[in-house]
């Protein structure tokens, strides 16, 4: 009995992050495809600088490699797995200096929107690279404890979507707001951790430690973003005055 059902764990985990796989890019697709992918279809203007096409195919490369992790796990392809987890370190590390340049740039290009708060709304862009980077981090830390680092995987792999699913069409940002591209991964980590507790009748702490971390940085940022040790700090790191 013991047997089937952890054979029946470790084919819901396989199925789990198949569909996270699935679902990973096509939600990449949707938020970045009418101003990246498939720009050339919409009456979209042209990016405005060589950064964020560095971006876009770091961010890119990232998600065809989550997609070959999953497939080389599923194969039993572990010692590849392993060599390409060194790789993906690198490619994080350019993530968050690219991402953060970008930021950077992008709020030196707003600062003649009179609508746009520049040195607020860069909390939004560098508080999404602090939390991939801790997150991806951990799940480096517990590469050995494969309980853990799939799971911290799975969290990296939710923090990175609030950019795109803030470009989805219908208008939900400006619906929603926060409550959309935030709330939906924070319920879906939610949701993740509370099943994943109920099919191994156990929380798994780094699981649950993570979650909490990504949602807490998700709606901290906004009350720091008004505080003057933000403010200082984000006009020291663009050159915008306060």
Do not use: C
């Not at 938020?31 to 203007?45: D, H, L």
């Not at 939906?184 to 951790?193: E, R």
């Not at 909490?212 to 505080?227: E, K, Q, V």
Request: hydrophobic share 55%.
């Amino acid at each position: 009995m013991a047997i089937n059902n952890a054979l029946e764990r470790r084919t819901f985990e396989r199925r789990f992050f198949l569909a996270v796989a699935i679902f990973f890019p096509i939600t990449v697709f949707i938020g970045f495809g009418p101003t990246y992918y498939v720009k050339e279809f919409f009456p979209k203007p042209p990016l405005p600088s060589r950064l964020l096409h560095i971006h876009g195919a770091l961010m890119t490369s990232w998600v065809l490699l989550f997609i070959a992790q999953v497939y080389l796990i599923s194969s039993k392809m572990i010692r590849i797995h392993q060599k390409l987890g060194l790789a993906s370190v690198a490619l994080a590390a350019l993530i968050v200096v690219v991402g953060t340049m970008t930021g950077i740039e992008e709020a030196q290009r707003e600062i003649r929107d009179p609508n746009v708060q520049v040195l607020s709304s860069l909390v939004i862009p560098l508080g999404d690279l602090l939390t991939f980077a801790v997150l991806f981090a951990a799940a480096v830390y517990y590469r050995k404890k494969a309980a853990d680092h799939k799971r911290l995987i799975v969290l990296t792999i939710l923090s990175l979507l609030p950019p795109a699913l803030a470009r989805f069409p219908f208008g939900l940002s400006d619906a929603f707001g926060p409550l959309w591209y935030f709330g939906t991964p924070d319920l879906m980590a939610i949701g993740f951790v509370a099943f994943d507790a109920w099919q191994n009748k156990k929380v798994n702490p780094a699981f649950l430690a993570g979650a909490a971390f990504m949602i807490a940085l998700h709606w901290l940022r906004f009350p720091l973003s008004t505080t003057t040790v933000w403010l200082n700090f984000a006009s020291w790191l663009t050159g915008i005055p306060m």
